[in-house]
């Protein structure tokens, strides 16, 4: 792994290229193909996508197939270096962190129903492209599991699943804290937990590897290893410098999500805050380790701490654990914040302590300010960002609502597509925010 990848901070390294793939559980199960070509010379397009992961593999997907409209993929490492082949691999109806009765609170009831439509359709988009494409991503069974980490959390999934099915029309099932542990898992910390039907979990570098050969199978084409160093604005045209060629478009779409630079173009420049997730895996467990952490199902599964952890059982019976990394880049490999997840894991499944960890790794997601990802394009220039970790489900929606967008037709009424990326007001003290968000976070998730 080389030191320029450990140490990566997109709030404080100009550009994330030349670095390395993350050495991922994920990477050791698939090599990554060979590279495409890097663009040299001057490129003309109607639209130029600048990111390689889910989101920008599927907008070039969705504006060529469906729109027929000319694009370009511009990745500034390899497809399979971003947080698309470094997350945990869940594919969920993520909301950003609002809750849906926060969303009908903040908006109205219509609101919050149609954004509940467009994540329950990410998840139904990612499980149809799978199928139909026969992309062999290792989709595991069906369900996700919400469990509640103390009393109060437990009475706010309780009202929460009633809102769902009396106001979204899905059946929210709930498990008592003794059916979980006979027939789910033995979860040392569980007060019970909330299941919805449709959540699941990948492979997510096959998945994207899955979505590289759709956007290839368009004749679109992908060039690796192609950073944009500059992005100048000239008479409603797009001049992307790269480090050996330019593209000039009449459109730019930029979906680096937590990666992209930190001063790139004035709609997106101090408008996420990175935070960095690590997870683990473990060696597979024995049938005796099974049998003692009662861990029976492959269903994906999060908590209900503010800092979630979030954990699924593989197919090779290893746990993938993961939770809130380091606050700062330099400090993404220092052993205490893997020792903090583990002992994490403990706590739920102590009957694990002699197992080993085979791999670690970190990666950067995006929040947004208010919480929700944006999905928006206005003048020639989109973007999709602050998907808040729930973006393996939801790129997949927000590409095709983008294609849309770009190709002038009409997408759904909703703030994630008609409202601009709000700016963080004091954007060098995101940090010492963030800081204190997290120590705040702990002590309420400690003393409920």
């Known amino acids: 792994m080389s030191m320029h990848h450990v140490n ?36 003309q397009t109607e639209v130029a996508i600048i990111g390689g992961g889910y989101s920008g593999l599927l907008t070039a997907y969705y504006l060529a197939n469906q729109f027929n409209i000319d694009c370009c993929v511009l990745e500034a490492n390899q497809v399979g270096f971003g947080a698309s082949a470094r997350n945990a691999g869940f594919v969920l109806k993520g909301s950003g962190r609002l809750g849906y009765q926060q969303m009908a609170k903040r908006w109205d009831l219509d609101t919050a129903k149609g954004i509940y439509r467009e994540f329950s359709d990410a998840v139904s988009r990612v499980d149809g492209l799978i199928q139909d494409n026969h992309i062999d991503c290792e989709p595991q069974q069906k369900g996700y599991l919400k469990i509640a980490h103390n ?42 937990a909330l299941r919805l039907k449709d959540g699941f979990g990948v492979n997510p570098l096959k998945l994207l590897l899955g979505y590289k050969k759709l956007v290839q199978n368009q004749h679109v084409p992908i060039y690796e290893k192609t950073c944009v160093t500059q992005w100048i ?34 709609r997106v420049d101090n408008h996420f805050l990175p935070i960095l997730s690590q997870i683990f895996v473990t ?29 699924r059982l593989l197919p090779d019976n290893r746990l993938l654990f993961g939770g809130r990394g380091a606050i700062y880049g330099k400090d993404a490999h220092k052993p205490q914040y893997l020792q903090r997840l583990h002992l994490a894991m403990l706590q739920c499944f102590p009957s694990l302590s ?51 967008q770009i190709a002038g037709e009409s997408v759904p009424d909703l703030p994630l597509y008609t409202q601009a990326l709000p700016a963080f007001p004091f954007p060098r003290a995101r940090r010492a925010g963030q800081w204190a968000y997290y120590h705040y976070a702990w002590l309420k998730d400690k003393c409920g």
């Open 8 to 43: 990566f901070d997109p709030l404080v390294q100009s550009f994330p290229s030349h670095l390395g793939a993350p050495d991922s559980y994920w990477a050791s199960r698939q090599a990554l193909p060979a590279l495409c070509s890097s663009l040299s010379g001057t490129l």
């Open 151 to 192: 009393e109060k959390a437990m009475a706010q999934l309780t009202s929460a699943a009633g809102f769902i099915r009396d106001h979204l029309g899905e059946d929210a099932a709930f498990i008592s804290r003794e059916q979980l542990s006979t027939e789910l898992m033995d979860h040392q910390q569980a007060y019970g």
């Open 233 to 266: 604005e000239e008479f409603g045209k797009h001049r992307l410098v790269t480090e050996a060629g330019e593209v000039l478009a009449k459109k730019v779409v930029t979906l680096g999500n937590a990666y992209t630079p930190k001063r790139f173009n004035e």
């Open 283 to 311: 060696e597979p467990l024995t049938q005796e380790q099974l049998a003692l952490s009662g861990l029976k199902t492959n269903q994906v599964t999060m908590d209900t701490r503010i800092l979630k952890y979030y954990y």
């Open 354 to 404: 002699s197992i080993n960890i085979a791999y670690n790794w970190t990666g950067w997601i995006a929040a947004a300010m208010d919480d929700m990802p944006h999905v928006y394009a206005s003048n020639g220039v989109g973007y999709s960002l602050g998907y808040c970790g729930a973006g393996v489900s939801f790129s997949a929606q927000a590409a095709f609502r983008l294609a849309q």
